[in-house]
């Protein structure tokens, strides 16, 4: 039985003093999450308040939002993973589509990035996920066949266990639409494929694919109920604790 996992994406949220205030609130709700595993990835000048925020509550792990590729060196506006490994983060997004819309992320970008976390002991959330045009066009599956293989390309079996795949549809982050728990299985099996034909069969069956995507109490039940989905990454939702509780329990819902 994989340990499902369900993690906030802050995004570009809340100063110090709100990441802290946030915190508060949301650990009491969140209680004790079960078998659950529980992560917010909060923006990096929020980091080391969070952690202290954290600190001796097991139920919630701390992640970061972007790493860069390099240990150290002239990348102005970077931050690496040995930066975050100091600050205790346990969990960094890679690849998420704002990043690869708005910053200029490529798959090869997404790549070198996931191969400097994953030495560095990170564990690592990547996202892949097509565009609307891309679906409209009948393109999901090669896109997601092609971010899923150009992810992984150079990755070790042995680093498979530290890294969780996001599946993310753009049209659906942020926007209020969710793709159905059917589409959402389809393309977290397609992402599956990706993983069969370069590690064989059982490693890739064993990898978590979250769904991401206007998920809320309302539809994570039904999306969680679908065999290949493991997990959510939540966006605007996880910034209202007492929603993300509900969603960490979404099994009480
Ligand atoms: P929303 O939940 O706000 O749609 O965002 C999803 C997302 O991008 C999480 O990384």
Redesign the pocket.
């Known amino acids: 039985m994989k340990r499902e996992i369900i993690?906030?994406?802050w995004?570009m949220n809340c100063t110090k003093a709100e990441t802290v205030e946030l915190i508060e609130k949301l650990l009491p709700l969140v209680g004790d999450p079960g078998k659950m595993e529980v992560v917010i990835?909060v923006p990096f000048t929020n980091i080391d308040a969070a952690r202290k925020a954290l600190r001796g509550h097991k139920s919630i792990a701390l992640g970061a939002q972007n790493v860069h590729w390099a240990p150290k060196g002239a990348f102005t506006g970077e931050i690496s993973a040995e930066m975050l490994k100091a600050l205790k983060v346990k969990y960094v997004?890679i690849g998420?589509?704002?990043r690869r819309q708005y910053f200029g992320e490529t798959d090869q970008s997404v790549n070198a990035r996931m191969k400097a976390a994953v030495a560095a002991g990170l564990k690592v959330?990547v996202?892949v996920g097509e565009t609307l045009e891309e679906r409209e066009a009948g393109k999901t599956r090669e896109v997601l066949l092609r971010q899923t293989s150009a992810a992984f390309e150079g990755i070790d079996k042995s680093a498979l266990k530290q890294i969780v795949i996001?599946y993310?549809p753009v049209w659906?982050?942020?926007?209020?639409k969710?793709a159905t728990p059917k589409e959402a299985n389809t393309a977290a099996f397609v992402i599956r494929k990706a993983l069969r034909k370069q590690y064989g069969r059982t490693p890739a069956h064993a990898m978590r694919v979250q769904y991401?995507?206007?998920?809320?109490a309302s539809n994570v039940k039904e999306l969680m109920a679908m065999p290949q989905i493991d997990g959510g990454?939540?966006?605007?939702?996880?910034l209202k604790p007492a929603e993300f509780a509900k969603i960490v329990h979404y099994t009480e819902l």
Do not use: D, F, P, R
């Open positions: 993690a906030g994406n995004k990835c997004i998420h589509s704002e959330i996202c996001a993310e659906a982050i942020g926007t209020g969710t991401g995507g206007s998920m809320n990454l939540i966006g605007g939702a996880s």
